[in-house]
Each structure stands twice: as C-alpha cells, then as structure tokens.
C-alpha cells in the first residue's frame, strides 16, 4: 500500500500531454520550416512543477514536484549525407519534492546531500541523469534518425529502478518520442485559425501509458521583443492511463480520467527556423482503480502540472 501511495506522474506525462498533432490538410500563408543554425550554441532552461493529490481507498496523499534544468544546446555541421548532430548536455540539475511530509532535494551542484526522505532511492539516477550529454542525428529531411547517450553513466543504477526507467534510457523509445514532438510543429503551409488534432501514446515508464489527444490552433503572427513570432496554442481534450507489462506491484483496472483546465502557448521564429519557448499547463482529475492482492482500491486523482521552455540568457 504504501508503495502505491508514493506514485508521483512526472515531467514525461507533461511532455505526453504536449505531444505534437497531425496538422489536417489546408490551404496556407505560412510555412513554419525547422532550421538547424550549424556551429551554434545556446542554452535553455526547463521548468517543471507538478501538484498531485491521490486518494486511494479513502487514504490521501499530497505530493508537490519542481525540477529546473539547464540544457547547453551545441548544433554541429552537416556531413556528406546531409546528417547533422545535436548535443545536448545537463549543465544544471534541481529537484525538490515534497510527500507525505518529507521533502526530497537534489542539486547537481551538490549531489551528494541526502535530505532523508524515502525518495533518496531516486538519488542515484538523478546523479546519472545530470551528467548525462545526448546526442540527437538528424538526416537531411531534418527527421531524427538516431539519438545517442553514455550507457555508462546508468551502470551504477539498482535493477529496481533500471525497470521503473526502462523506457527512458531505450534509444530507439526516446528516437520515436523525439520525432512525435517535432511534429508539434507543422509541415504543411498553415494560416490563421487553422486547427488540427492528433491522438497519441506515450511511455511514462514503469509500463505507464499516456494516450492524449490534443487540439493545436495557428494564432498567426505577433511581434516580442522587437521579433516577428508564430504562435501556436494548445489544448488538452482527451486523457487516459493504461499499464503495459509495468514491473509495479499492482494492476490497473479502469480509469476515468479528464482534462478540466488546459491551455498551451508555442512562439517559433521562422527566420531562425526554432522554437524560441514552450509553456503548457493541465489539470486532470478523475477516478482510477488500482487492484493489488485481487483486491479492488477505489482512487481519485487531481493533478496539476506545468511546463515551460524558454532560452536562457
């Protein structure tokens, strides 16, 4: 029981829940064309913070989660084929969560600072994880073909959570992942007002699924900072949460889950060919029941979680 308690849904269901959609064929005035500025460098800042009260068997718990990672983005230079490599390394790394009471802190300036809270299991993977630099190839159609990372880097990790990461640290996961998102951003010509949706499914690990299905609408062009920017908005319309072949001790019979606020913001500069920033929030509430021992747990959840990506200077 008390291991079902601790179920925290993390920054990998925000990235589901912002997952790219299927833009629907329409006339355009804009083609918001992805471009790769080759040598350069930049930094960007990822802003997580999740709020979670789950209610199992009329038992509640609370749980609060803030991460802020600082990512140095270095663009490399097209090869004969047309390939192109990005690195991306973790420069800096802060997590603090707080449940039942306890709170679990980790900063990558000192990683080795224990807080005693029952999440310190989590403490070695997040070591790995700050030192961790990915390497993304794109081809010459600016699709993703590959993505690389130091497996090595993960030896030291408990098969325990091995399991619960599983889907994380599988390239070819993360390599389908990559390229559901870059979607987020249209290929066909687009004009204002137009609309388009797609259902996706997404890993959260641990075997949890995300199928999400989510509205994208062209606002067309404003003016920030003295730049012409495409803005895109988003919302969330449709949520459910499956389990497949999860290691968890426990089984998941049916959910009722819906999105009860949403709302999702994309700037992209077309001259640079890039998103400049990324904002999405959500709020999901509903029932799940959960089955451990081959008996029912009655459960609801209310979750709120945002997101935001933004350049750092």
Excluded: C
């Amino acid at each position: 029981m008390m291991r079902l308690q601790k179920i925290v849904l993390t920054a990998g269901l925000i990235a589901a829940l912002s997952a790219p959609a299927l833009v629907r064929p329409a006339m355009g005035q804009v083609k918001l064309e992805r471009k790769f500025q080759e040598g350069s460098t930049k930094t960007q800042e990822q802003v997580t913070r999740v709020e979670q009260k789950l209610t199992i068997a009329g038992m509640e718990t609370e749980t609060e989660s803030d991460s802020r990672v600082t990512v140095k983005v270095t663009v490399g230079k097209r090869d004969d084929s047309g390939n192109i490599r990005v690195q991306e390394k973790i420069e800096n790394m802060m997590i603090t969560t707080k449940i039942q009471g306890t709170e679990y802190v980790f900063d990558s300036a000192n990683p080795d600072k224990v807080s005693g809270s029952a999440l310190e299991v989590m403490r070695p993977l997040h070591k790995a994880m700050s030192g961790r630099t990915t390497t993304t190839i794109y081809d010459k159609e600016n699709k993703i073909s590959q993505i690389e990372f130091d497996q090595d880097a993960l030896s030291g990790l408990s098969d325990e959570i091995r399991k619960l990461v599983k889907d994380e640290t599988d390239p070819e996961k993360l390599k389908k992942a990559a390229n559901e998102e870059l979607e987020r951003i249209p290929a066909e010509s687009i004009k204002k007002g137009d609309a388009w949706e797609k259902t996706s499914k997404r890993s959260l690990g641990a075997g949890q699924m995300l199928t999400a299905t989510t509205r994208y609408t062209y606002e067309g062009e404003i003016e920030q900072n003295g730049k012409k920017l495409d803005k895109i908005t988003s919302k969330v319309l449709s949520v459910d949460f499956t389990f497949e072949d999860s290691p968890m001790p426990f089984t998941l019979k049916s959910t009722d889950l819906k999105p009860t606020e949403s709302k999702g913001e994309l700037l992209f500069d077309r001259k640079l060919g890039q998103t400049i920033s990324a904002t999405s929030s959500v709020r999901i509430v509903g029932d799940i029941t959960f089955v451990i021992n081959n008996m029912e747990l009655p459960s609801k959840l209310d979750l709120k979680m945002e997101l935001s990506s933004q350049p750092k200077e």
